[in-house]
Structures are given as C-alpha cells and as structure tokens.
C-alpha cells in the first residue's frame, strides 16, 4: 500500500528529538489527542491532521516535535510502559534486596496493561500490519517489550550483586517473567472472548513470582 503524507514527516523535517514538546500543556493535548486516534483507528489508518486539529496544533508542531508518525507513536508507546517500571529512575527505586516485593509490583502493572483493551487492540493492529509497517512495528517493539525486558533485566542485574538472586542472563531471566504474563489470558484477550476474572489474575502473579524466584535463588 503506498504511503500518504501523513505516513512520513516532509523530507526537509528535522530528525526526531528526544524527550518531550517544550510546552507541557501542548504536549498533553499532542499525547492525549495520539493516543485516543492510535487506539480507536490502529497506526496505519490514524491522520496526522486529525490528531493535529484535535490538539488545537498545527501538523508542523507534531513533525517538529516528533519528526514521523511513526516518531508520535513511539511517544505514545513509551508513556503507556512508564507505568510498569519507570525507566531508570523506577528500576533505581526498587529494593534489590527484596525481589519477590519487586517482582510483585512489576508483575502486577505489566498484567494490567497487557489486559487493557487499547493494548490489546495495538497488538492485534501491528501484527495485522507486520508486513506493511515496519517502521511502526519496530517503534512498539522498542518502547514495549525491548524497552521493559531491559528495564527489568537492569533491576535482576541490581539483585544479582546484593545477593538476593542468582541470575547467570538478567535479560533472558526478565524475559521469562514477563512471558509468564502473555498466556492464556493474553490470548483470550486479543481474540476478543471472555477475559480471566480479577482473582485469576492474582492468582497467576502470585504464582509466577512463587515460581521466578524459586528457580533463581541464591544458593545456600
């Protein structure tokens, strides 16, 4: 399918800056504005202009901003994943020394967000899209699984040197915990039938945070 000028940013545009708009107030509206367009219309089919008239902004301020779509969308990704660990800055404010807590309240943000119905529905978008949006794809890939793996392999790592876990591969261990979440009811969800109750979604946090730090123990 060729692409539309709301696909990619003019090629006289600046490349993406990081971190966030200089204005705070407009870079709520730019945000809120992508993310409600993201969620109702997946990426391929969300406008640019659209979003741009419903945060009260012109089309240049997002490319100026963000540089691409594709740029907005992985802004909107990454402060969807803030609320699991928080990047450094959350991963430094969990007590290595006490994993099993950490791994609770880890566990618990990362099986809420991937049981949201806008997340589920990103999902099904980009693996419908896998072949046509690279680009976008690799922006979810980052900001989602990519980013939480290594956020999460960072605090393993932090536990690892107090003694609290034995972790030979922090990255490939924080990879098997959060899969623990992507099962059954992971599935159920992105095929739009009946979700696990809340008590089944305890259970199963209890379970592989029981399971995780069993397998990683310290030795005696």
């Known amino acids: 399918m060729p692409q539309t000028e709301d696909d990619v940013a003019p090629l006289s545009q600046p490349r993406a800056r990081r971190g966030r708009p200089r204005d705070p107030e407009r870079c709520r ?3 809120e ?11 391929e089919r969300a406008s640019v202009d659209a979003i741009a008239a419903d945060a009260g ?10 540089a691409s779509k594709e740029g907005l969308f992985e802004a909107v990704i990454r402060d969807r994943t803030d609320g699991v660990i928080g990047g450094l800055a959350g991963v430094e404010a969990l007590d290595p ?3 099993q807590k950490a791994l609770l309240a880890i566990g618990e943000q990362f099986l809420a967000l991937t049981r949201e119905k806008d997340t589920l529905g990103q999902f099904r ?6 072949g046509t949006q690279r680009e976008a794809c690799l922006a979810f890939y ?10 999460l392999a960072t605090y393993l790592r932090h536990a690892d040197a107090q003694g609290a876990l034995n972790i030979r591969n922090p990255r490939q261990a924080a990879d098997l915990f959060l899969s623990m979440f992507l099962g059954d009811g992971h599935i159920r969800g992105l095929l739009m039938l009946d979700m696990p109750e809340a008590r089944e979604n305890k259970a199963l946090l209890r379970e592989a945070v029981r399971v995780f730090t069993a397998a ?4 005696p």
């Open 216 to 219: 990683y123990a310290k030795a």
């Open 97 to 99: 020394k006490l994993p």
């Open 33 to 43: 504005a992508a993310r409600s367009h993201f969620d109702a219309h997946g990426f």
């Open 125 to 130: 978008s980009l693996y419908g899209a896998a």
């Open 142 to 151: 980052r900001q989602g699984a990519d980013r939480l793996i290594g956020d």
């Open 29 to 31: 509206r730019i945000m």
């Open 57 to 66: 902004v012109s089309k240049m301020t997002i490319y100026s901003n963000f």
